[in-house]
């Protein structure tokens, strides 16, 4: 990877600094870091057994518009599969850790991750070891933990400082991964580093284009998801329809590919026609919820470390 200096630090949920603010990101860096823990290793324990995980999934399956799209076929198709799956600790403490503080997080990230099995099973055929590889801890906003909750939590307009903290995540969560996983090649630090990109270069952190179609599909549920779920900065969600057009704007703006989006709403559809088959409608009919103050980046607050006295 091309360096690039970190803005902020990166340390793991227990508060152990990885990579300071200051330093240049790359592969070299990465490789030195995992070297750094070598004989460390990390119980790994499956996924559906840990805390309430299986519990809160069966509940938000019957979710609208999560209980169309996982029909009988693809919840038992998503169970069976996640059962199958071990997350290693830290990944684990990272679910405890948003579940107890900010609630959306966890939900969001289970999921981003139901969704993205059914849609991997479609773009990647039915070999379920292709689809295991791809959906073995992939967190993809694992990096959030380095962002501090007021922020993620905040109800009124960022400042550009608080928005690029969050965006610090994408980069976070790619050091931690390939550090949690001593490979900074795995699928699951690829996902937390590129979900933010786009097809035509317009995301971040690093604004290159985005290839692959597995990690499209889950910056696709990313997207889709956020939309769906009411968020401190708009109280009320987007409904189905308006999610599906939203995505489909993005698609033809060259953000992400029809095969992807015809995925997406291939499963939104009663019938479930193969994606192949699934006609988009470019119909605009949705009204997007007032109040969305998603992207409003409002001015810096004002220094409040000046003493007041110095006249
Ligand atoms: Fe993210
Ligand atoms: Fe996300």
Redesign the pocket.
């Known amino acids: 990877m091309k360096a690039v200096e970190l803005d902020y630090p990166i340390y793991t949920l227990d508060k152990r600094l990885l990579l300071p603010a200051g330093d240049k990101l790359s592969s070299k860096v990465l490789d030195e870091l995992i070297a750094r823990d070598k004989g460390k290793s990390y119980k790994v324990i499956p996924f559906l057994e840990h805390s309430t995980v299986y519990r809160d999934l069966r509940r938000l399956f019957q979710e609208p518009p999560y209980d169309l799209i996982f029909g009988e076929q693809e919840r038992a198709f998503a169970l069976s599969l996640m059962k199958k799956i071990n997350f290693m600790v830290p990944v684990l403490e990272f679910l405890d850790y948003f579940k107890e503080h900010d609630f959306y997080t966890y939900r969001?990230t289970l999921m981003?991750f139901a969704l993205s099995t059914i849609l991997a099973r479609d773009l990647l055929g039915k070999s379920e070891d292709l689809i295991m590889e791809a959906m073995a801890g992939t967190i993809?906003?694992f990096g959030k933990i380095c962002v501090p909750l007021e922020i993620l939590k905040k109800s009124d307009p960022l400042t550009r400082t608080n928005k690029n903290i969050l965006e610090h995540h994408a980069l976070a969560g790619f050091v931690l991964l390939s550090y949690f996983h001593r490979d900074q090649r795995s699928f699951a630090a690829r996902v937390a580093k590129e979900h933010h990109e786009r097809r035509d270069g317009s995301g971040y952190p690093l604004g290159i284009s985005l290839k692959d179609s597995m990690v499209e599909a889950i910056a696709a549920c990313?997207v889709y998801d956020?939309l769906l779920s009411p968020r401190p900065y708009r109280p009320i969600p987007y409904d189905n329809r308006t999610a599906l057009e939203e995505i489909t704007a993005m698609t033809q703006q060259g953000k992400l590919s029809w095969k992807v989006t015809q995925v997406l709403i291939s499963h939104n559809r009663k019938d479930k026609p193969h994606f192949r088959e699934c006609k988009i409608s470019f119909e605009k009919r949705g009204k997007p919820p007032a109040d969305n103050i998603y992207g409003v980046i409002k001015d810096e607050e004002p220094d409040t470390g000046e003493r007041k006295n110095d006249k």
Do not use: K, M, T
């Open positions: 969001h981003v993809h906003d990313d956020a």
